[in-house]
């Protein structure tokens, strides 16, 4: 454990088998099972299903973005532009119509690594890779950047220092040091409440249908019927599809919260 | 934890990775996933959807011009029927007063015509009537020889036939000068 964080967040912990972890235990493949290669993608499995996710998601859209027309969308450019829209709605409201456009991209993407990867989860043979704390502590780090570099550039580093000191008048200079030191933990806060909310949720649900599959498993093997597993995770399936879009709707909005926070308008506005 | 078949719940074991590496793996990941879909995705289709927008506001001007355009020529085709009906009412005006001139004239002329009429018949029976007279003056003045030649048989001196002669005669230029004096 590189970083030396305590547990849950570097154990290790039950869930549903992906096909790595199939390969790996299954005595058929034990020859690729010790190949070099193989551990190493073992070790990085949640690294190989996030790239998966990107590849596959990024084949779709650069094979729908070759049929993109203004005069005669297809099925998937419609539906793309919908989402594209909805999205671009949202930013824009919240931020403004230029800021929410330039943000757009990433706020966006943001959300759909996070939705992809959740949704990953559910996928037979596969494995959400946001429940593991690196994936959410990089991306909460990336929001963490794109708000602080934000800030920097909208409202210049000494008027960012000054933000960060409670924007201080008169007498109120004595406590500027106070706030500062409040607001940094602040903004480390931010990313580590960001990461960590994702991170549990998910590993949360993955450790519920692993269970209870596990559970299910278990119950079709005491009555003879190993070929037939009882689906007892299913229910919680809907309950991982609602709450895994929930989290990535979360994630999306908090940043976009953020980065509204460090724009010059809201200080303005008396924030 | 060891189950038979699928629901062997597989522990995440292994060679500890380097956590430090696999967050920058997972945000390469990400940034990779922003760049492909920011040019091929959120670029293409905002760009479109802002292409359909402007076309629609275009079209909507266009419709918002040609209404405009419309009401325009409907007003001028309304002032043009007003023109119209203006220019029309003038030339009823002005035919009527044609007609009212030239109905003026032809009884002016008419009138003129009667008058000239009337005086030539005036002339005419001033004419006859001075013939008349002097035919009757002719026949007065052979019936009065007559009478003269009669008388003169009944001896009657010569005086007293030029006295009666002359007597009549006067009477009869007194009665022309009366009737000269009439017309």
Request: glycine letters at 8%; hydrophobic letters at 50%.
């Amino acid at each position: 454990m590189a970083l030396g964080l305590p547990l849950p967040l570097m154990s290790e912990h039950p869930e549903i088998p992906n096909f790595l972890t199939i390969i790996e235990e299954s005595k058929a493949t034990h020859g690729i099972a010790q190949t070099p290669l193989f551990q190493l993608l073992c070790a990085y499995q949640n690294e190989v299903f996030s790239l998966l996710m990107v590849v596959l998601v990024s084949l779709f859209v650069i094979r729908a973005s070759r049929r993109f027309s203004v005069e005669r969308p297809t099925k998937v450019q419609n539906a793309l532009e919908s989402i594209v829209e909805g999205f671009d709605g949202m930013t824009s409201g919240f931020l403004g119509r230029e800021t929410g456009r330039f943000f757009l991209p990433f706020l966006g993407t943001l959300f759909f690594f996070i939705w992809f990867n959740n949704m990953m989860g559910m996928v037979p043979f596969m494995k959400a890779s946001t429940s593991w704390y690196a994936t959410t502590l990089g991306l909460a780090l990336c929001t963490f950047v794109v708000v602080q570099i934000t800030a920097v550039i909208k409202l210049n580093p000494l008027g960012y220092l000054h933000h960060l000191m409670g924007e201080p008048r008169g007498g109120m200079w004595v406590l500027a040091p106070l706030f500062l030191v409040l607001h940094l933990i602040g903004e480390v806060a931010k990313p580590l409440s960001l990461s960590l909310r994702l991170f549990g949720n998910i590993l949360g649900e993955d450790i519920l249908l692993g269970t209870f599959l596990g559970f299910g498993v278990a119950i079709s093997a005491a009555i003879h019927m190993d070929l037939l597993p009882i689906p007892l995770h299913l229910p919680f399936m809907f309950l991982s599809l609602l709450a895994g879009s929930i989290q990535a709707v979360v994630f999306f909005m908090l940043s976009m919260i953020y980065i509204q926070l460090v724009l010059p308008h809201h200080e303005e506005e008396g924030h | 934890m060891n189950v038979v078949g699928i629901g062997h719940l597989v522990l995440a074991e292994g060679a500890a990775p380097n956590f430090l590496a696999q967050m920058i793996t997972q945000i390469v990941a990400f940034l990779l996933f922003l760049w492909i879909l920011r040019r091929y995705a959120w670029g293409p289709l905002t760009q479109i959807l802002d292409g359909r927008k402007q076309a629609i506001e275009s079209q909507f001007q266009k419709v918002e011009d040609l209404r405009s355009e419309a009401k325009r020529i409907e007003a001028e085709y309304e002032e043009k029927v007003r023109d119209i009906d203006a220019e029309a009412r003038r030339h009823v005006q002005e035919a009527v007063a044609d007609g009212q001139r030239v109905k003026d004239e032809i009884i002016a002329r008419a009138r003129e015509e009667a008058e000239e009429l009337r005086e030539k018949q005036e002339r005419l029976l001033g004419l006859e009537v001075a013939k008349a007279r002097i035919q009757m003056r002719d026949d007065i003045v052979a019936m009065t020889m007559a009478a003269t030649e009669k008388l003169l048989r009944e001896s009657v001196d010569s005086d007293r036939h030029r006295r009666l002669v002359g007597d009549f005669l006067a009477e009869i230029q007194q009665l022309d000068r009366g009737g000269e004096g009439e017309n």
